[in-house]
């Protein structure tokens, strides 16, 4: 029981003295009560794709940006019961800025300037990412979600677009929800009051096709709910 | 055990008679607290009513996350997951190894067996064999990939655990039923082991007790404070937390998640809420206190009690319509059962069931040129 509220309780001296000792109860009475604390998130976060290809004159273009955030969401909308799969990115998004962030400067910018024609394999980019900084286990964590991310992309884009598609990528949306003293505006008041969202967005990276259960898996749901 | 069966009242004139120490009035009030400690323990089984009905809830939570991501089950926890991979290398359960290499036929009968086991548990039919079985299925399905899941998912997951130990099918259980029916097997001393082994597995079959009575008792008692004891804690860990926040301070926390899109599914509905800035900011302070000072509310009266389960059950309502998250508030809620009484459960069951009368009633006046009324005359 002591263990059970040092694990739970916010961190005070006591809890980091004993929290040595109370890893055996990770997993399974892993818990976390924040809920909304200290600050509840105030911004929606949106998590959009992108393909590249080579047009008929050689050229190197782009897919529009699919709003895949927006795609899950409409499991959410409008129904009494959210649909978890309407949560997916939202969830993540959290960690792949984290993971991202996790990384010394040089190894962040070695992530975002990969080529859109010819993008290094993902053993290429974990050498070149490991040389740039300390291999200590973050390079793994940041490309362990970035390479779902580029799975998740790569069966969104197949199933959008005819193209034959050379590189995906992904970029992080966050803006922040009407301010508190704006709401009471009209719809259009509302939404002008927003601050510009920002993206950041992520380096190209190679195709990287999933097992065929998962590609039509995301194929019938971006059908059903796009 | 002869501690339990002597009142401390009896021993009240002996104790006037000869003027005792401090340390031997400490030690009477200590053996006092031994008593009253060890008579809770081991005479009755507490809160069999609320292990009751939080085996219904708990189930119908399971069951309610289980049927709703039917259609998304291969996309968010099978075969189809674009996370399975990646969050396979890093899992921390043995549980979803089980159905790591599944395909999604496989993934489907495993799917549809987990639903099958909780409806067994919510109707409480040999719940000490479906229980942990279906504990097993829902942790190898949801915790899969653990990122995708909420809150909700780790208290179901522990207090459901916990459940596993307590006698939950006492009332509205097939269980029950089942022990009403059939007599329990006698175990006796001499008439030979294979005779009492058989015996004991008939008791256990039909769900007749097997330990003696002190031992289940206190089990059973054990686990019920284990669960009041990490539900105390939730929500203490939770008010703290809060505290720390300048926004959950300035009374308007509330608005903000309800702002989120995915959290937004009837915006007319946040619309009403949070155009009143009085409401926002007071309930925000009554999430925020009524989290700190829960098991105070819980010790100092009935009526707080009845207060803080009020409204714990209010905000959860509200959480499960504002916000789309009827499985989080449920699993939420199913637990909290443990915190009402006995009394409560049977007064709410009469209740239910006069208006199940004049329901049934009803049904009949509507029906009646189709079927003839079972009972022509009424009670009153």
């Keep these: ?13 006591v809890s980091d003295a004993a929290s ?107 050498a070149s990412l490991t040389r740039a900084g ?93 | 055990m002869s501690h339990v069966l002597t009142q401390p009242d009896t021993e ?82 043995w549980p979803p190894d089980l159905v790591n290499a599944m395909g999604s036929t496989e993934f489907l009968f495993f799917y549809l067996g987990v639903i099958g086991l909780a409806v067994l548990w919510v109707l409480g039919w040999h719940a000490r064999i479906v229980g942990p079985l279906m504990l097993l299925g829902n942790v190898a399905i949801i915790e899969r990939i653990p990122i995708l899941g909420d809150q909700g998912d780790n208290i179901l997951r522990v207090g459901l655990f916990i459940l596993m130990f307590m006698h939950t099918t ?13 007599r329990a097997a006698q175990i006796v001393r001499h008439g030979g082991s294979g005779r009492n082994v058989r015996a004991v597995v008939r008791n256990l079959y039909n769900s007749h007790p097997v330990l003696p009575r002190w031992l289940s008792n206190g089990i059973h008692n054990i686990t019920v404070a284990a669960l009041i004891f990490q539900l105390v804690i939730i929500y203490i860990s939770a008010g703290m937390f809060k505290t720390q926040g300048d926004l959950w301070q300035h009374g308007t926390a509330l608005y903000y998640p309800l702002q989120l899109q995915e959290y937004k599914p009837f915006p007319f509905l946040t619309d009403i809420f949070t155009h009143f800035g009085i409401m926002v900011g007071v309930a925000t302070y009554v999430v925020v206190f009524t989290q700190l000072f829960f098991p105070l509310l819980l010790i100092v009266s009935v009526a707080t009690r009845r207060i803080a ?25 199913a637990f909290d059962t443990i915190f009402v009484s006995g009394t409560t459960y049977v007064a709410f069951g009469n ?23 079972p009972k022509p005359s009424r009670a009153h």
């Design chain 2, 170 to 182: 006492e009332y509205w259980s097939l269980d029950a039923k089942r022990r009403r029916r059939t």
């Design chain 2, 309 to 333: 389960i009020s409204i714990v059950l209010l905000f959860h309502a509200s959480i499960a319509v504002m916000m789309a998250l009827p499985w989080f508030s449920l699993e939420m809620v």
């Design chain 1, 134 to 226: 300390p291999d200590d286990g973050k390079v793994d964590g940041y490309l362990r979600y970035d390479r779902a991310v580029a799975r998740l992309a790569t069966s969104v884009i197949a199933a959008r677009s005819s193209q034959d598609i050379t590189a995906v990528r992904y970029a992080l949306r966050e803006q922040d929800v009407v301010p508190y003293d704006a709401r009471h505006g009209t719809s259009a008041e509302r939404t002008a009051s927003r601050p510009e969202p920002t993206m950041r967005i992520s380096g190209w990276r190679a195709p990287t096709p999933g097992p065929a259960a998962e590609r039509q898996g995301v194929a019938e749901f971006d059908r059903r709910h796009r």
């Design chain 1, 20 to 126: 040595a000792q109370l890893g055996y109860l990770r997993p399974f009475f892993g818990q976390s009560w924040r809920l909304f604390a200290p600050n509840p998130v105030d911004e929606d976060r949106n998590l959009l794709v992108q393909g590249a290809y080579i047009d008929a004159d050689g050229d190197v273009r782009t897919t529009p940006w699919v709003d895949w955030t927006s795609v899950e969401q409409d499991v959410i909308e409008h129904r009494l019961v959210g649909g978890r799969a309407g949560y997916i990115t939202t969830k993540l998004f959290g960690a792949l800025g984290e993971t991202f962030g996790a990384m010394e400067p040089a190894q962040r910018s070695l992530a975002v300037r990969t080529s859109a024609p010819s993008p290094p394999s993902w053993d290429a980019l974990q």
């Design chain 2, 12 to 93: 009240e004139p002996s104790r006037e008679e000869e003027p005792t120490s401090a340390v031997g009035r400490g030690l009477d009030v200590l053996t006092h607290w031994y008593d009253v400690a060890q008579t809770w323990l081991m005479c009755d089984k507490h809160s069999m009513y609320g292990a009751s009905f939080a085996r219904i809830l708990s189930g119908c939570a399971v069951l309610g996350i289980l049927i709703t991501n039917f259609r998304q089950r291969d996309l968010l926890f099978g075969p189809g997951s674009v996370w399975n991979k990646e969050r396979a290398d890093a899992n921390f359960y």
């Design chain 2, 351 to 373: 209740w239910v069931k006069r208006r199940g009368v004049a329901l049934g009633d009803l049904w009949y006046d509507l029906t009646s040129p189709l079927r003839r009324r």
């Design chain 1, 1 to 13: 029981m002591l263990a059970v509220t040092l694990a739970a309780v916010p961190t005070n001296p």
